[in-house]
């Protein structure tokens, strides 16, 4: 078990402008890091602060992790100016991941919006990674416009690796658009799922889960088959603060991967 105190230094090796305020930055900690997908890091500036991120490069990988991030405050604002060679530090892995030992054998339907797609791309990565261990695999994604598509290069990649991609945007002014339009629960129109034999996994906007995950509940998908990833306030990201209080449970410390049948009846759950 890794220390939980323990803060690695790593070194920032590129930066990569995904959109106008979501920026991807690949590391090279000091020495191998490990974890599982799903987890999450706090990325700490020097003198700033910390925040707490998931990776969003496959876990098979150990010698670089790459974190995509999005500028909402403070310590985010700070870690977009930052440049290759400026050291940071990340504590972690912390929480639990994604089990996917019950996810061998199974369709899955990966649903995502915004800069929710961070996560699962680490998890997408890690699946196409050993793809006989799983059945078809669903990637389904939704942005504001076409400009706030995260990733917006690699989704051909993911195709060609055997991901079948739905995308959608709630508008595009330009007609340069030519897949769906609309919130992203749109893209369920005419799809063939099996969610007998399925499991769903969500991240994203608040809003995006709740209505995400009612739709997966409407086409068949049982509470105990869909997976959300609960991306509440943070701090120790320990377990010992309550900061992410969810019910019962802590987001850091049960989390931030909950089944929803494991949430369903907490009243903040999309707060
Ligand atoms: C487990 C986990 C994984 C995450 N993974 C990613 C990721 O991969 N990429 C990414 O861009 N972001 C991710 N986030 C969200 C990220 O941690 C916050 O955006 C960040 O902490 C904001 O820090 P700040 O100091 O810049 O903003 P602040 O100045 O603290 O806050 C700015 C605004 O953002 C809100 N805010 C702060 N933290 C959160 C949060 N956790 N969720 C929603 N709103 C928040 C505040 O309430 C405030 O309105 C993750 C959060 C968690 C808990
Ligand atoms: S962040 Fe402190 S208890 Fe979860």
């Given at each position: ?42 990325f700490t500036v020097p003198g700033i602060g910390e925040a707490p991120f998931t990776p969003s490069s496959s ?213």
């Amino acid at each position: 078990m890794n220390d939980p105190y323990k803060t690695l230094k790593a070194a920032i090796i590129r930066v990569t402008d995904e959109t106008s305020n979501i920026k991807s930055f690949l590391l090279k900690p000091e020495k191998k890091f490990s974890f599982k997908t799903g987890q999450f890091v706090q990325f700490t500036v020097p003198g700033i602060g910390e925040a707490p991120f998931t990776p969003s490069s496959s876990h098979f990988e150990k010698d670089e992790i790459e974190i995509t991030i999005m500028k909402a405050g403070r310590v985010t604002s700070r870690i977009h100016e930052l440049k290759p060679k400026d050291v940071v530090g990340i504590r972690g892995p912390l929480g639990k991941g994604y089990p996917l030992e019950e996810f061998e054998g199974k369709e899955i339907l990966i649903l995502g919006g915004g800069v929710g797609m961070a996560p699962l791309r680490c998890l997408l990565l890690s699946l196409l990674e050993e793809k006989n261990k799983y059945g078809r695999i669903l990637l389904l994604y939704g942005s504001k416009t076409p400009g706030d598509i995260v990733y917006a290069g690699q989704f051909a990649d993911w195709k060609k690796r055997g991901t079948e991609i739905y995308r959608s945007v709630d508008r595009c002014d330009t007609g340069e658009w030519k897949e769906k339009k609309g919130v992203v629960t749109c893209l369920f129109e005419g799809l063939k799922l099996n969610p007998d034999n399925g499991v769903a996994v969500v991240c994203g906007p608040p809003i995006m889960m709740k209505f995400g995950t009612m739709k997966l509940l409407e086409v068949g998908y049982k509470p105990e088959s869909i997976y959300l990833s609960m991306e509440k306030n943070m701090s120790c990201g320990i377990g010992k603060c309550g900061h992410c209080a969810c019910g019962k449970y802590f987001a850091c410390k049960d989390g931030p991967v909950f089944k929803y049948s494991v949430v369903k009846d907490i009243a903040n759950i999309w707060d």
